[in-house]
Nanobody, 124 residues
Framework: QVQLNESGGGLVQAGGSLRLSCAAS????????VGWFRQLPGKEREFVGG????????MYADSVKGRFTISRDNVKKTVDLLMNSLKPEDAAVYYC?????????????????WGQGTQVTVSS
């Protein structure tokens, strides 16, 4: 069982940066792939990026590639999403999710555990 809790959301100007953090509980967290997703009201939750169990592999959506970076610390049981050069279209509720897997799934259905989400607002 894994419980996830996101933090770090807030209001930022376009072009600015924000770091989200996903804190996990559970003894086997280091075995889990973690994905970041975002969702706008009335829209489907979309994949932003993910990191495999040991941090050796990451994947990103084309829309954030080169601007967002995911990292993890398995000792602290955290996964961070560093967002640079933010755009108004990046504004959404951001969620972290975990799956016991060696791959990095892109779909919401593939993840077993979810955080409650944190709001990111980007002003133009």
């Amino acid at each position: 069982q894994v419980q996830l809790n996101e933090s770090g959301g807030g209001l930022v100007q376009a072009g600015g940066s924000l770091r989200l953090s996903c804190a996990a509980s559970g003894r086997t967290f280091s075995s889990y792939t973690v994905g970041w997703f975002r969702q706008l009201p009335g829209k489907e939750r979309e994949f932003v990026g993910g990191i495999n169990w040991n941090g050796g592999r990451t994947m990103y959506a084309d829309s954030v590639k080169g601007r967002f970076t995911i990292s993890r610390d398995n000792v602290k049981k955290t996964v961070d999403l560093l967002m640079n050069s933010l755009k108004p279209e990046d504004a959404a509720v951001y969620y972290c999710a975990a799956r016991y897997s060696v791959t990095i799934p892109l779909t919401t259905e593939s993840y077993s555990y979810w955080g409650q989400g944190t709001q990111v607002t980007v002003s133009s």
